[in-house]
T-cell receptor
């Protein structure tokens, strides 16, 4: 079955370190997204991509970057981790079009100490 | 811009009780509307969706009707089970490219 996987599922890192969260989907979806989930805020969009070599900023993109070198992967990089980036991160993918289902990974729990 | 407002939780119910979670939205035009569910320790799963006014989405005993006149998409279930304990998110999609705007989530706890 097609799926979307994230790694690592849990990580503790120190302030100032660079961290990369991996996301891999096997649906061959063009659209991929990264969200963060925080209590009281629901999910907020960090970055998204509509295809290879395409990346776009979401509403909370400061301190994060993504790259899209192939269809399957959209890694999320925290250039210099901050305590405010302690959160649960979800990767998602979908086909194009506004009514299509978006599929989510199981999440990556990141703690910055 | 687009926004989604849903009732704050937690909502605590007894098994077999009726569940309603209110959701209202602000958006230009005609968004698609979704309910996602997140079980403990898991990612989000699509529960149901509606893509145009007056459409009713349904799944696993849950229903929601797209009401354009009241800009609402309330989630209902007639008889909840302990296994329905989860966080429920209302969301909309208006922009091209399928970007979702989420509400803050409502935690539901069903007690035996």
């Amino acid at each position: 079955d097609a799926e979307i996987t994230q790694s690592p599922r849990h990580k503790i890192t120190e302030t100032g370190r660079q961290v990369t969260l991996a996301c891999h989907q096997t649906w061959n979806h063009n659209n991929m997204f990264w969200y963060r989930q925080d209590l009281g805020h629901g999910l907020r969009l960090i970055h998204y991509s509509y295809g290879v070599q395409d990346t776009n900023k979401g509403e909370v993109s400061d301190g994060y970057s993504v790259s899209r070198s192939n269809t399957e992967d959209l890694p999320l990089t925290l250039e210099s981790a901050a305590s405010s980036q302690t959160s649960v991160y979800f990767c998602a993918s979908s086909e194009g079009g506004s009514g299509n289902t978006i599929y989510f990974g199981e999440g990556s729990w990141l703690t910055v100490v | 811009g687009n926004s989604v407002t849903q009732m704050e939780g937690p909502v605590t119910l007894s098994e077999e009780a009726f569940l309603t979670i209110n959701c209202t939205y602000t958006a230009t035009g005609y968004p698609s509307l979704f309910w996602y569910v997140q079980y403990p320790g898991e990612g989000l799963q699509l529960l149901l969706k509606a893509t145009k006014a007056d459409d009713k989405g349904s799944n696993k005993g849950f229903e929601a009707t797209y009401r354009k006149e009241t800009t609402s998409f309330h989630l209902e279930k007639g008889s909840v089970q302990v296994s329905d304990s989860a966080v429920y998110f209302c969301a909309l999609n208006r922009a091209a490219g399928n970007k979702l705007t989420f509400g803050g989530g409502t935690r539901v706890l069903v007690k035996p």
